[in-house]
């Protein structure tokens, strides 16, 4: 397998406030950490709490600067069709697309949040795509445990990572072969261009 810096498949994520208690230390950092440790894959994370802060992260996110972090994490509260910025800022996946406005060619965009994908058409998520220029959009259609869903989401980045040809198709077939039933239970979805 190539180096991840050669397939341009490390992570810029933007992580949201998961709680208002600045004692809560709960955070996918360390799961960024992980994959960096026993993957090589790198990364970039920023905290996000307001709408500026996450429309400026999401703009420089497709700079040319940042072309090797070919996966955008944005982990986040969510809701059906939504994430949450904030307390009480939503933004959804139609307003997201606008900001990126086809500038996220090659790249896949997960949502690590809470129900973002459910009730999603093919017609919405093709959409989507085609908005954003993206490779593939991946995410949850259920409210989900923090610790299996970031489990998952480890996994879900680290099999991307095995694939020169063809990866999107590989990547779902494999995590379906392999961990099929937490996948069921989480709702965990991907969609991408074929």
Not at 119 to 143: M, Q
Not at 150 to 160: A, E, H, N, R, S
């Amino acid at each position: 397998m190539k180096s991840t810096k050669n397939l341009n498949r490390n992570i810029f994520c933007i992580e949201g406030n998961w709680s208002n208690d600045l004692k809560d230390k709960a955070s996918i950092h360390a799961a960024l950490e992980f994959l960096k440790c026993n993957a090589d894959i790198d990364f970039i994370r920023k905290d996000c709490s307001t709408i500026e802060q996450f429309n400026l992260l999401l703009k420089t996110s497709l700079q040319k600067g940042y072309k090797k972090f070919g996966i955008l994490y944005l982990a986040f509260h969510g809701s059906e069709g939504k994430i949450h910025i904030g307390n009480r800022t939503k933004i959804d996946l139609d307003s997201i697309a606008l900001i990126m406005d086809g500038h996220a060619i090659g790249k896949v965009i997960h949502f690590g949040s809470c129900s973002t994908l459910k009730n999603l058409t093919v017609w919405d998520l093709k959409r989507f795509l085609k908005r954003t220029g993206a490779l593939a959009v991946s995410g949850y259609t259920e409210d989900i445990d923090f610790i299996e869903s970031t489990v998952l989401d480890i996994l879900y980045f680290k099999k991307y990572q095995q694939y020169q040809r063809i990866p999107m198709l590989k990547t779902q077939r494999d995590m379906k072969q392999y961990y099929g039933k937490l996948i069921k239970e989480l709702g965990f979805k991907i969609w991408f261009k074929k």
